[in-house]
């Protein structure tokens, strides 16, 4: 799925800014062809801080807005493409239903060339935000009086995850032309020959477009391919790209019949290889360490939504401690962050939005539906970015469950089927089934979520040490694959100090994390570190949510450094 583009064959309208919004509780609601009244709201946001009695709201919500589109934009093709709507998104144009959509944080786009007028144009998107064990990730399973987290210790709002349940329509929504003979998709993968850098493209476009003209311009290096004779471009001294060099090339495509051109559209490529050998993770050929942090798209106010300053900010505040990668923990971020990841040279493993995933029958085949669509839009989506160099089907999974391996088996096929050249992932929690864990006799790389020292062994460091260790060993021993520690963490009240450390403090915090880094340090197999959480994020209230706030952050909410973050600086950065 291609990102819109502008440029003198394609236009580009953001429809940011103040809609109408009204809520309908009871989901009767029969708007479609708009409504009076209403409160504004910003979009793209989440609604639920931004209107005072929206907090913990999560049922049905009207959107709407009216916008004209440049006369000259009528007879072509025209598109609305929503980035992210959390989670049940139905939209009409003036009166007529043209899609739904299921699933936030992954873009939709619809054709309205029929439907669109000049003017007066009124956009009706009505969101459904509630949390259902059928959907994915789910919420709201009935409860298990068994367990005291389903039953006594339930959360408020009952998600089976760790963050707010926002709701929305959480990122941009812009309406585009393309030109009615259009390139539709483009994929391009990377090899490296020696010092040759070797770019496979291949174009989808429409029917009797003639043919495609390949540009590829960069570092000294113009060539010029016409795609019909060969969809491979073969760059000599290519300048790899990496996150100590992210570069990248230019390619432009061009569609001609005969000589006119009809369509362009370009896109960035980085050059470079991802590969697993044995229990190492290359880059180029060569051995990558990870160095990073799982994180949210969380900001007071903002709630889930689009804001591009923080996300500059996340990057500076990641390289500012030395991190080279982050998981987008734990659903797709917004595709600009992936964006901006290839231009600042960081790696990415790219998760889909399954987190809680769980196996009892009840809405079972509906969630396995909605992983399979989830893989296929994120691999569609984020195929192109050199900075994405493995996927991540879930997040914890509860999978002691028989019917997990062959669910999660099924999705890695799928995941392999679109995409052979990255490495595939399975995020997995050690309570549920530590290494005996059934993903990991399929995926290629064991991405392990440990707290020994925090939710067991708490208060005593050392002793959790030993058996992260252990464990780390064993599995190691077992499967021979490369270890990732996708998260490990400790929750710290900024501010709060203790001597000798303890549980909440920031000197807790900065010795946990230094005594785990110190000890991956020593473990050849173990190729990535990333710190559970950049920041510190709010999530759904429950006693062990103290104000409703996740505190693993090693910066404050508001990206302030705890006495941690220094202290990552001084293991993780490189001498400049
Ligand atoms: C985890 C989850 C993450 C939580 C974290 C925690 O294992 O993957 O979503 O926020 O633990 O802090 O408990």
Known sequence: MLYPQSNSYRQIQDLSGFWNFRIDPDASGAWSAGFEGGQPIAVPASWNDQLNDLRDY?????????????????????????????????????????????????????????????????????????????????GNIPPDPKSPFGGFLRNFPANAFDFFPYCGIQRPVQVYTVPQKAIQDVTVTTDIEGTTGVVQVAVEHSADAGQVRATLKGFGTELVQDLDDSSTLRVENAALWSPDQPNLYDLTLE??????????????????????????????????????FGRHEDFPVMGRGYVPAVMIKDFELMRWVGANSFRTTHYPYAEEMMALADRLGFLVIDETQAVGLYFAEHGLERRRELCHQFTRELIARDK?????????????????????????????????????????????????????????????????????????????????????????????????????????????????????????????????????????????????????????????????????????????????????????????????
């Open 58 to 138: 999560l049922g049905v919500g009207w959107y709407q807005t009216t916008f004209s589109v440049p006369a000259g934009w009528l007879g072509q093709p025209i598109f609305i493409r929503f980035g992210s709507v959390n989670y049940l998104a139905e939209v009409w144009l003036n009166g007529t239903q043209i899609g739904q959509h299921e699933g936030g944080h992954l873009p939709f786009a619809f054709e309205i060339s029929s439907h669109v007028q000049a003017e007066a144009n009124v956009l009706v998107v009505r969101v459904d935000g509630e949390l259902a064990p059928d959907r994915v990730p789910p």
């Open 384 to 576: 192109n970015h050199p900075s994405v160099i493995m996927w991540s089907l879930a997040n914890e999974p509860f999978n002691n469950d028989e019917k997990a391996g062959p669910f999660f088996r099924e999705l890695y096929d799928l995941a392999k089927a679109l995409d052979p050249t990255r490495p595939v992932t399975v995020v997995n929690v050690g309570m549920i089934n530590g290494p005996d864990e059934p993903t990991f006799e399929f995926v290629d790389v064991l991405c392990m979520n440990r707290y020994y020292g925090w939710y067991s062994q708490g208060g005593n460091i050392d002793d959790g040490i030993e058996v992260l260790e252990a464990e780390l060993d064993a599995t190691h021993a077992k499967f021979g694959k490369p270890i990732i520690l996708s998260e490990f963490g400790a929750d710290t009240l900024p501010g709060w100090h203790a001597e000798p450390s303890e549980m909440f403090s920031e000197e807790y915090q900065t010795e946990f994390l230094t005594k785990t880094i110190n000890l991956l340090n020593q473990k050849s197999y173990v190729v990535g570190q990333h710190v559970w959480n950049l920041c510190d994020f709010k999530t759904s209230q429950a006693v062990f949510r103290t104000a409703a706030m996740n505190f693993k952050g090693v910066f404050t909410r508001d990206r302030r450094p705890k006495m941690a973050a220094h202290r990552l600086r001084e293991l993780w950065r490189k001498e400049e």
């Open 255 to 292: 569609l001609l019949v005969g000589d006119t051109i009809i369509d362009r559209y370009t896109l960035p490529v980085g050059i470079r290889t991802i590969q697993v050998a044995g229990d190492q993770l290359l880059l180029n050929g060569e051995p990558v360490q990870l160095t990073g």
